[in-house]
């Protein structure tokens, strides 16, 4: 049976507005039936765009389950919507079973989707006529709200318009240079990724970037030429902890970011907490309506908080965030991902990620490292698009306190010179060049490259070869 036949089908099954019911229930019915095919909904539609409460309850359950890689089996499905309270709500087991006996596959998911989609569209759009008609002056009110709309419908399925040119056309179009946002790293319109073992200092990282572009300052080994706007999306910091973070940056900074140039987004601000999921429309429109003309640059910190949908290891899961990613490179704007690293010391999850990505950095360890150092780690480049030659050296970073001042301060120094330190004092602990390799997972002959340095002046006072 087709999709067209099946939407059919389940109209003349029920009475008034019954396509709009049928799209709804035949969504649900091919998750039930396939929940691989779940990110593909989840890209197209959210809970809001279901006229049916019963619809929207189970549309969220089977997202949730989804998430939590939990089958959805009519067993599942039913037991949880009794424990939510829920069951009766949607009227029954019998509803839940009834999505499976009229959905004959997943296979025309994309169809029902959109026409769910569509009929939510029509309502919103009806609700704000007869709002506009009821009350005349609340225009203005409505203007940013069809506004928001019609981003969400062209966003929706960014691949439907193409346009194509000659090379001779191309050639001639004159795009906008691309600025430095911190210099070398961000550039505008670049895609980036800062990952780390968690409790390391993905979000003193992160916070450091957002801030020197915000106020056009210095961070470690970088700069940003000027002030450009930020927008940072807070995934799980308490709201206190981040006000003291951004405390005591901007008391060690010369200067404050202008107005609205640093706008950040926490949970703890949100109702119940919740932060929007950009693996979803509803999440990705959230985010983009919080968004201003200065905005250059977004960091989203942190990946697994702020893209929900879908599973963390799947390619296909990442397929909505990359969307949206893509959109906002060509609006011009900069996005920038902090995330974490997994056991193997690589980026978790789905390593389709990093095939958009123009820059990806991981923070690691030193192999030396004592929890009474604090928050200190090398900063290694693992992709660098538009880098080159020192730009991409590995260095260390420590976040101190000024004796003097006793403001926050960082202090870096390059790797090759930490290696170099570390291995005249190990050498001087009588520690052979064979174990001070083993100690510090290096090459032996960088070993003896610093060690032979130290001999000539005169740093190593014992040892042996």
Same mark, same amino acid.
Request: hydrophobic share 40%.
């Given at each position: 049976?087709?999709?067209?036949?099946?939407?059919?089908?389940?109209?003349?099954?029920?009475?008034?507005?019954?396509?709009?019911?049928?799209?709804?229930?035949?969504?649900?019915?091919?998750?039930?039936?396939?929940?691989?095919? !779940?990110?593909?909904?989840?890209?197209?539609?959210?809970?809001?765009?279901?006229?049916?409460?019963?619809?929207?309850?189970?549309?969220?359950?089977?997202?949730?389950?989804?998430?939590?890689? !939990?089958?959805?089996?009519?067993?599942?499905?039913?037991?949880?919507?009794?424990?939510?309270?829920?069951?009766?709500? !949607?009227?029954?087991?019998?509803?839940?079973?009834?999505?499976?006996?009229?959905?004959?596959?997943?296979?025309?998911?994309?169809?029902?989707?959109?026409?769910?989609?569509?009929?939510?569209?029509?309502?919103?759009?009806?609700?704000?006529?007869?709002?506009?008609?009821?009350?005349?002056?609340?225009?203005?009110?409505?203007?940013?709200?069809?506004?928001?709309?019609?981003?969400?419908?062209?966003?929706?399925?960014?691949?439907?318009?193409?346009?194509?040119?000659?090379?001779?056309?191309?050639?001639?179009?004159?795009?906008?240079?691309?600025?430095?946002?911190?210099?070398?790293?961000?550039?505008?319109?670049?895609?980036?990724?800062?990952?780390?073992?968690?409790?390391?200092?993905?979000?003193?990282?992160?916070?450091?970037?957002?801030?020197?572009?915000?106020?056009?300052?210095?961070?470690?080994?970088?700069?940003?030429?000027?002030?450009?706007?930020?927008?940072?999306?807070?995934?799980?910091?308490?709201?206190?902890?981040?006000?003291?973070?951004?405390?005591? !940056?901007?008391?060690?900074?010369?200067?404050?970011?202008?107005?609205?140039?640093?706008?950040?987004?926490?949970?703890?601000?949100?109702?119940?907490?919740?932060?929007?999921?950009?693996?979803?429309?509803?999440?990705?429109?959230?985010?983009?309506?919080?968004?201003?003309?200065?905005?250059?640059?977004?960091?989203?910190?942190?990946?697994?908080?702020?893209?929900?949908?879908?599973?963390?290891?799947?390619?296909?899961?990442?397929?909505?965030?990359?969307?949206?990613?893509?959109?906002?490179?060509?609006?011009?704007?900069?996005?920038?991902?902090?995330?974490?690293?997994?056991?193997?010391?690589?980026?978790?999850?789905?390593?389709?990620?990093?095939?958009?990505?123009?820059?990806?950095?991981?923070?690691?360890?030193?192999?030396?490292?004592?929890?009474?150092?604090?928050?200190?780690?090398?900063?290694?480049?693992?992709?660098?698009?538009?880098?080159?030659?020192?730009?991409?050296?590995?260095?260390?970073?420590?976040?101190?306190?000024?004796?003097?001042?006793?403001?926050?301060?960082?202090?870096?120094?390059?790797?090759?010179?930490?290696?170099?330190?570390?291995?005249?004092?190990?050498?001087?602990?009588?520690?052979?060049?064979?174990?001070?390799?083993?100690?510090?997972?290096?090459?032996?002959?960088?070993?003896?490259?610093?060690?032979?340095?130290?001999?000539?002046?005169?740093?190593?006072?014992?040892?042996?070869?």
């Amino acid at each position: 049976m087709t999709a067209a036949g099946t939407v059919t089908k389940l109209a003349s099954c029920r009475g008034e507005d019954d396509d709009t019911q049928a799209a709804e229930m035949s969504v649900l019915g091919a998750m039930l039936l396939d929940q691989d095919c !779940i990110p593909k909904v989840t890209a197209l539609i959210s809970e809001s765009d279901f006229h049916q409460e019963s619809n929207r309850l189970v549309f969220a359950l089977l997202v949730t389950l989804h998430r939590e890689n !939990i089958p959805a089996d009519l067993v599942t499905v039913c037991h949880r919507l009794k424990e939510e309270g829920n069951l009766e709500r !949607i009227g029954g087991g019998a509803y839940v079973a009834e999505l499976v006996d009229f959905t004959p596959s997943s296979a025309n998911v994309a169809y029902y989707a959109r026409i769910v989609r569509k009929r939510a569209r029509e309502r919103k759009i009806g609700s704000m006529a007869h709002e506009l008609a009821m009350d005349p002056g609340s225009l203005q009110k409505i203007l940013p709200r069809l506004s928001e709309l019609r981003d969400e419908e062209q966003n929706s399925e960014p691949g439907r318009q193409l346009k194509v040119l000659s090379l001779q056309e191309l050639l001639q179009i004159s795009f906008p240079e691309r600025e430095n946002l911190l210099f070398p790293i961000i550039l505008t319109q670049s895609l980036s990724m800062i990952h780390a073992w968690r409790g390391l200092g993905k979000t003193h990282i992160g916070l450091g970037i957002a801030y020197a572009v915000a106020n056009g300052g210095t961070f470690l080994k970088w700069h940003s030429p000027r002030p450009r706007g930020v927008l940072y999306l807070d995934g799980e910091m308490p709201g206190r902890a981040l006000q003291e973070r951004l405390a005591a !940056i901007n008391a060690a900074s010369d200067r404050e970011p202008l107005p609205d140039y640093f706008r950040i987004i926490t949970p703890d601000l949100q109702e119940a907490g919740t932060m929007p999921d950009l693996s979803t429309i509803e999440g990705q429109t959230a985010v983009n309506s919080m968004l201003t003309p200065e905005t250059a640059l977004i960091v989203v910190d942190n990946i697994s908080c702020l893209c929900r949908s879908g599973r963390e290891n799947e390619a296909e899961s990442w397929l909505p965030v990359q969307g949206w990613a893509l959109r906002q490179r060509a609006a011009g704007r900069a996005v920038l991902f902090i995330h974490h690293s997994g056991k193997n010391g690589e980026q978790r999850g789905a390593s389709k990620r990093e095939d958009m990505l123009d820059t990806v950095i991981k923070l690691k360890r030193p192999v030396d490292y004592e929890p009474s150092k604090g928050a200190v780690f090398e900063v290694i480049f693992e992709k660098a698009r538009h880098l080159k030659g020192e730009d991409t050296a590995s260095f260390e970073a420590q976040l101190t306190t000024n004796a003097l001042t006793g403001l926050q301060e960082w202090i870096y120094k390059d790797v090759a010179q930490t290696s170099f330190e570390r291995v005249v004092t190990l050498a001087n602990e009588g520690m052979s060049q064979y174990e001070i390799a083993s100690e510090l997972q290096i090459n032996k002959s960088n070993v003896s490259r610093h060690w032979n340095k130290a001999v000539e002046q005169g740093l190593i006072t014992k040892g042996k070869k």
